[in-house]
């Protein structure tokens, strides 16, 4: 089946950089974009950015340009959010979800990874 | 685009009929989706292109809408149903609606 398993839970420390990994399988890796988004305690879900895993192309939220970098890695069907500069308000859960229908971006995301939860503080 | 969602949280009963509303600042070709999220658990994707039933969801959910204004609708409201709802249109995500147990 269709599985998104991500990185386990980081304490990172204000300043730092944070990398989470999401490995793919059951399907095509290649022809669906993946996105990652955020949900800060008590909030709401973000939208962070987007890889096309098929040569790494990438956009982003604009709050995020300057210290969000995604990359993918087809040998491991996997990709990898790395968000630098970290404060307190970054601490949240960070999920990765794959573009349901291939080679297309409607923005509709099925499946999720299970979340990662990054804590940011000193 | 921004979206707003209302109610922000509604009580009900089991059994109920829940609809939760959700607009767009402007009219776009965007389709819109709806997710619903439980503590603890990542986001499931109920309905996609405004009106279609991702697979595995049950029936008792629709999605209904067009130009600005959109609707989600549970029909018989069930145990596992209490949540939060989002909808989503292009990057942007609304506010979500919890639903939670009178």
């Known amino acids: 089946q269709v599985q998104l398993v991500q990185s386990g839970a980081e304490v990172k420390k204000p300043g730092a950089s944070v990398k989470v990994s999401c490995k793919a399988s059951?399907?095509?890796?290649?022809?669906?974009?993946m996105h990652w988004v955020r949900q800060a305690p008590g909030q709401g879900l973000e939208w962070m950015g987007i890889?096309?895993?098929?040569?790494?192309?990438?956009s982003s939220a604009q709050k995020f340009q300057g210290r969000l970098t995604m990359t993918s890695d087809t040998s491991t069907s996997t990709v990898y959010m790395e968000l630098s500069s970290l404060t307190s308000e970054d601490t949240a859960v960070y999920y990765c979800?794959?573009?349901?229908?291939?080679?297309?971006?409607?923005?509709?995301?099925?499946?999720w990874g299970q979340g990662t939860l990054v804590t940011v503080s000193s | 685009i921004q979206l707003t969602q209302s109610p922000s949280s509604l009580s009900a009963s089991l059994g109920d009929r829940v609809t939760i509303a959700c607009r767009a600042s402007q009219s776009s070709s965007s389709y819109l989706s709806w997710y619903q999220v439980k503590p603890g658990k990542a986001p499931k994707l109920l309905i996609y292109a405004t009106s279609s039933l991702q697979s595995g969801v049950p029936s008792r959910f629709s999605g209904s809408g067009s130009g600005t204004d959109f609707t989600l609708t549970i029909t018989s409201l069930q145990p596992e149903d209490f949540a939060t709802y989002y909808c989503q249109q292009s990057y942007t995500f609304g506010p979500g609606t919890t639903v939670d147990i009178k």
């Open positions: 979800a794959r573009e349901f229908a291939p080679v297309s971006i409607n923005n509709w995301y099925d499946p």
């Open positions: 890889i096309n895993p098929d040569g790494g192309s990438t």
């Open positions: 059951g399907y095509s890796f290649t022809r669906h974009y």
